[in-house]
């Protein structure tokens, strides 16, 4: 049974860091894809960053691109999500989520293309 765990969450200032991590477990392959998405009250649930398989390919949504860093651990079986300079905007509960065994994501961190989340993190931006 596939299981992804979020945590690294909190209350942050503006300007600071929090680093995310995502523990999976129960995938019949050693390469897949995973995505984190973040929602925030009233909004659509939006990408955020995608590494693909296990040679690492990363992509971001603009809104994060030169602050967040996507990486995996395939030893710990586990993809954090480094976030510098945070902003209010950040604010919203992360998601990470993995596609079904076999299914080649696009690009556009999509939520519709993925089928296994894990429960969410909360991550606060405030003075």
């Known amino acids: 049974q596939v299981q992804l765990v979020e945590s690294g969450g909190g209350l942050v200032q503006p300007g600071g860091s929090l680093r995310l991590s995502c523990a999976t477990s129960g995938f019949t392959s050693d390469y897949y894809a995973i995505g984190w998405f973040r929602q925030a009250p009233g909004k659509k649930r939006e990408g955020v960053s995608l590494?693909?398989?296990?040679?690492?390919?990363?992509y971001y949504t603009d809104s994060v691109k030169g602050r967040f860093t996507i990486s995996r651990d395939n030893a710990k079986n586990t993809v954090y999500l480094q976030m510098n300079s945070l902003k209010p905007e950040d604010t919203a509960v992360y998601y990470c989520?993995?596609?079904?065994?076999?299914?080649?994501?696009?690009?556009?961190?999509?939520?519709?293309?993925?089928?296994?989340w894990g429960q969410g993190t909360q991550v606060t931006v405030s003075s």
């Open positions: 590494i693909s398989t296990s040679i690492g390919s990363t």
């Open positions: 989520a993995a596609p079904a065994s076999g299914v080649v994501v696009t690009t556009l961190i999509d939520p519709l293309e993925y089928d296994y």
